[in-house]
């Protein structure tokens, strides 16, 4: 069964820094493109915006406009895990961050809460 584990979310001033992690158990994702999606509160909780994809070849594939220069996805394969590393966070970042397969999207976790005060 495959499981998404997000972390490293918290509560952090605006400018300050973050990194998350994604982790994958039950299979082995090195050959999938993965991303990082936000949910926020404006919307709803099965509304998520996709903000960065990293294909199989570790090759960035995309970023949200709004958070290009400031966020940086990236992959350990042999961890199995996708890192989203944050910079210069803007209170509009606030939001619950998940990981997903781009193209076969699995249950998603549980996520990991971003709070950026202003």
């Known amino acids: 069964q495959v499981q998404l584990v997000e972390s490293g979310g918290g509560l952090v001033e605006t400018g300050g820094s973050l990194r998350l992690s994604c982790g994958f158990t039950?299979?082995?994702?090195?050959?999938?493109?993965i991303s990082w999606y936000r949910q926020v509160p404006q919307k709803q909780r099965d509304q998520r915006d996709l903000?960065?994809?990293?294909?199989?070849?570790?090759?960035?594939?995309y970023y949200l406009e709004a958070v290009k220069g400031r966020f940086t996805i990236s992959r350990d394969n042999a961890k199995n895990t996708v890192y989203l590393d944050i910079k210069n966070l803007r209170p509009e970042d606030t939001g619950r961050y998940y990981c997903?397969?781009?193209?076969?999207?699995?249950?998603w976790g549980q996520g990991t809460q971003v709070t950026v005060s202003s």
């Open positions: 997903n397969d781009f193209e076969h999207q699995y249950t």
């Open positions: 039950g299979k082995d994702f090195s050959l999938n493109p």
């Open positions: 903000v960065a994809t990293i294909n199989n070849y570790r090759n960035v594939s």
